[in-house]
T-cell receptor
Framework: GQQLNQSPQSMFIQEGEDVSMNCTSS?????WLWYKQDPGEGPVLLIA?????ELTSNGRLTAQFGITRKDSFLNISASIPSDVGIYFC??????????FGAGTILRVKS | DAMVIQNPRYQVTQFGKPVTLSCSQT?????MYWYQQKSSQAPKLLFH???????NEADTPDNFQSRRPNTSFCFLDIRSPGLGDAAMYLC??????????????FGPGTRLTVL
């Protein structure tokens, strides 16, 4: 089946640092989504991207839809302790289903 | 606020004892999904309803069933829970936007423990 390669698998960074994570695929997607999941909670949608090349921001978060439509990245600027969690990318190609990446675990040292 | 609600948040059941998890939504979305998520893994789609049409994933065990009595509610029934069914169960919804169902909105999940 379709798979998304998400990296890095985990990150342990200093508070105030910028963070970057990305997802790549061997096939194209029409939509890229980025979710954040806190421990014991459901994933929360952070950013949705619909056009190749699109760059979208949500506060300190910035995400881009790759030109080839096979990749996307998420940047977090000036990380704070509440950024801790698991970040998932997800791609939508057709129908009603999403394909999820394996997640990036973010830990922040204060 | 429009939202996806899951009850209970924590459910403990015994091996083999049927259990039902519930999901409701106030988003008026026509698609509802059930996912299983094990520790630090991505959510795994079990099945979804497009309106009243049920769509099962090929690798979803027969032990898992679902009911959607109306637009707002959807239930996950586990007929004979095994130890391997202990997981977080997530409900999600999506609505028609731009002709496709791209964005899914998740509930807070139900953590199932099987003793």
């Amino acid at each position: 089946g379709q798979q998304l390669n998400q990296s890095p698998q985990s990150m342990f960074i200093q508070e105030g640092e910028d963070v970057s994570m990305n997802c790549t695929s061997s096939s194209i997607f029409n939509t890229w989504l980025w979710y954040k999941q806190d421990p014991g909670e459901g994933p929360v949608l952070l950013i949705a991207l619909y056009k190749a090349g699109e760059l979208t921001s949500n506060g300190r978060l910035t995400a881009q839809f790759g030109i080839t439509r096979k990749d996307s990245f998420l940047n977090i600027s000036a990380s704070i302790p509440s950024d801790v969690g698991i970040y998932f990318c997800a791609g939508h190609k057709y129908g009603n289903k999403l394909v999820f990446g394996a997640g990036t675990i973010l830990r922040v040292k204060s | 606020d429009a939202m996806v609600i899951q009850n209970p948040r924590y459910q403990v059941t015994q091996f083999g004892k049927p259990v039902t998890l519930s999901c409701s939504q106030t988003l008026n979305h026509n698609v509802m999904y059930w996912y299983q998520q094990k520790s630090s893994q991505a959510p795994k789609l079990l099945f979804h309803y497009y309106d009243k049409d049920f769509n099962n994933e090929a690798d979803t065990p027969d032990n898992f069933q679902s009911r959607r009595p109306n637009t707002s509610f959807c239930f996950l029934d586990i007929r004979s829970p095994g130890l391997g069914d202990a997981a977080m169960y997530l409900c999600a919804t999506s609505g028609l936007a731009g002709g496709t169902h791209n964005e899914q909105f998740f509930g807070p999940g139900t953590r199932l423990t099987v003793l």
